[in-house]
């Protein structure tokens, strides 16, 4: 897109003064003061401790645009479902359904806005509310005109019908205007009744218009005979009804008829004595003189064509549209002011020329959305596909890029961002990627939304970040029941080690397990990391022990140490467990078993490393492990002398 | 015809709860409470659904709920319960636990009472705490008990300013719900798969017992009490299965039954019908169970369109089921072990968080923004 330099102040801040800096962010930017002063150092003057932060989409921080958000959401969720088997008629049908869909939620939500605006007390508030509605009407306008001209490609003929409804949906006052009339005690008598006529007229709804005469011919006998004349007229004007099978060359041929008619009334001056009903005579002939007298009544120039369009070329072909819109521009402006934004991007539309639409709207609208919805569902009507751009993907994937990139930026709508990133082929992806490690996780619930997000799209590395995160969490807590969990779901051996550990150490510390309801019930996650199947094993070790299987325990005490699960520094507290089993009165332990405890013992003995300065604690230390290793050796002998006995004994006997 | 209004509200819906009719009153639901999460600012709102009989010209705009009052709220609304007709508590993410009072003269909701850090961690080698989310809440006149990340349960009263009674590391995960067995049985469930019923009547820190789903040990979300056969319990979890528990035996439970694509965010029995059962998820729909056998020919029941599934695979010991006061939830007859399923809202988006049941109507809310109502569910 081209970007128009526009130069943006951001309020408060004062870089003449200080020397600021600044940070990128995904859809923000971060400015603050340096210390760094320009010209002279005044330590004096304290930094201003304030960061601000640089919104680009500001429209997002709407509270009635998210509704817009919202619901456009789910539609265009829908549009991307839309099966594409579905062809010709039945396809352009869904379409134009979706097409009408997202119109119906920009109403809406113009509504909504309207009345808050005339709530409003503060009129700075108000007027704010009232640019957001002619941005949201202006939106609504647009996405009108490209949904008759692009999606249902209106042929001649019925093409009129359809600009005809989308000039008579956005000049809306006239509705208003009719009720006022009608509502007034006697309407003819009303200072708008011509005017409302006239209106009425322009734009083609020529049977209540015929009403209003008629009401004109009842109270006043002298202009009777000439309002039934033109009543006849605006009854008798050819139009095309969609149901018929009448052709539009029959269309011609009685509209030319009726053209002439007309024409032959007003050179015969029935008219005459009428001057009201004179120029609404030459309205109906497409007098473009006598249309531009109304400049007030059209409101704009888009009315004017299409009025135009209707009294003079109602078969106008599509190609032939942009011609009568340049000249209805140039006629009705005039040379007296140039065209505005909106103007450049309708007329772009009668051009057909999409490319520019979608250009000028992303400059002139202050959101992604509308062209990020917009241009997905002209891709959808496969009108963009040679449209490339040199930087990224296709234009369509770079609005929607931009679009959720903007909602990501926000505190609460980047759930509904994931859906546009999924739809986005080539960078989706990897832009989800970056955007959801940036979530804040304020709560477990939240995590486990974001981890739904991530595992459902198979997003393994960001899954393993955020569990490890919520692990790191639970540690600093002091909640290593949490921790395991989350280190188990992420399959992360490494940290899942490192909880085990802390576990273990809080055993040798209290000399009892916590969180036992988490560990008795590990299961086959168990085996995640070798210190984690040492932890459940040691605590079923303590559960046998406690339910007095000593063999059982025992054996699976040997087995901890000589499989090398458990690490050697808990060797000796293995050992130390083993003493009690050692000095049962039944024997526990075989030969074969003690020779095993005595190796294992043996190999942590000697595998000691020789300390250099020993210090008093360090003494102490030694002394108490010396008279354990003593006790134990001590107790293996005996154990040791007894199992030979008995196993002699039983191979005796 | 089943109408279901939406209306879209410009705040993530956490939760959604209808106010208690008077007992043994006529009237039917009118009013509901929202709480919204994840917002820069949350609220508690209450909302009254206007008459759906009255549909003006526009094609019913009039039957879309609207606004009473709403109050701010620090933090994430976690859970949400009304205490009484005019009071509503709400357990927040920061921990704190907090008495809304509703003020009908002219609608307008305030604190009554608060107790913060009613939840917290406490750090290791130090003695600073930081708060913990509440997660869960439920009450009964006049007691509330609340459950949190921590593992901690609560019991308060209303008129208390301190806990009355607070357990300790009752868990090693996280608590994710509660709800009252039996007064003053509670029942608990969290993050390892465990249900766990605790007795307030019984002093240290145990719970009476345990039940748990084997082997994968499946975070469960939420666990609701069938509301006339107090040991039929229903839970949710994270793979979405509907777990029907009878407490009264084993430890596994009577049948696990396959539904969500993700999290089950709720499951409730029908008050007062409760051989439906309704459930939300984060996968963005929301089911109603019917389990109820006496009804041949169900379809009529519901809007056409909207597909029906059977699916029922039952585990476990049946045998052991008394028969004599079989649920229709506990059911052991193959002929009956029938569950029409009807998914009640049309196209799914955004995670269902939260819904509730009263009477004929119902009411949820999304993350999707938008709070949907019906007030017609057994039309």
Redesign the interface.
Known sequence: MNMLSAVQLIPGVNSSKKQMCFDWGPGEMLVCETSFNKKEKSETVPGCPVIYIIRKDVDVYSQILRKLFNESHGIFVGLQRIEEELTGKSRKAQLVRVSKNYRSVIRACMEEMHQVAIAAKDPACSRQFSSQVSILSAMELIWNLCEILFIEVAPAGPLLLHLLDWVRLHVCEVDNLLADVLGSENPRKHESFWKLVTILVLQGRLDEARQMLSKEADSSPTSAGMCRILGDLMRTMPVLSPGTTQTLTELELKWQHWHEECERHLQDGTFASSPHLESLCKIMLGDEAALLEQKELLNNWYHFLVTRLLYSHPTVKPIDLHFYAQSSLDLFLGGESSPEPLDNILMAAFEFDIHQVIKECSIALSNWWFVAHLTDLLDHCKLLQSHNLYFGSNMREFLLLEYASGLFAHHSLWQLGVDYFDYCPELGRVSLELHIERIPLSTEQKALKVLRICEQRQMTEQVRSICKILAMKAVRNNRLGSALSWSIRAKDAAFATLVSDRFLRDYCERGCFSDLDLIDNLGPAMMLSDRLTFLGKYREFHRLYGEKRFVDAASLLLSLMTSQIAPRSFWMTLLTDALPLLEQKQVIFSAEQTYELMRCLEDLTSGRPVHGEPDAQRLQDDDIETTKVEMLRLALARNLARAIIKEGSLEGS | MEEIYAK?????ISKTRWRPVPAGSLQTADTFATGS????ENRVSLWSIGDFGNLDSDGGFEGDHQLLCDIKHHG?V?DLQFFDQERIVAAS?TGSVTLFLHHPNNQTLSVGQQWTAAHY????GSLSC?S??C?GVVCSNPEIVTVG???RINLFRADHKEAVRTID?A????LHAVTFLRTPEILTVN??G?LKIWDFRQQGNEPSQ?L?L????VPLHCVDRHPNQQHVVATGG?DGMLSIWDVRQGTMPVSLLKAHE??MWEVHFHPSNPDHLFTCS?DGSLWHWDASTDAPEKSSLFHEGRSSIFLFHSISNQANVHQSVISSWLSTDPAKDRIEITSLLP?R???VNSLDVLGPCLVCGT????IYVTRQLFS
Do not use: C, Y
Request: hydrophobic share 20%; glycine share 4%; charged share 30%.
């Open positions: 879209f509200v410009s705040q993530k999460w994840d917002n820069e994430d976690m993410s961690h406490t750090s290791p930081r913990a989310p997660t990340e921590d593992g590391n868990d090693s995960s996280t993050s390892i465990q345990i748990s084997t082997g994968d040990r994270q993700a999290e984060e196209n988006t955004l995670s993350d999707a923004e938008a």
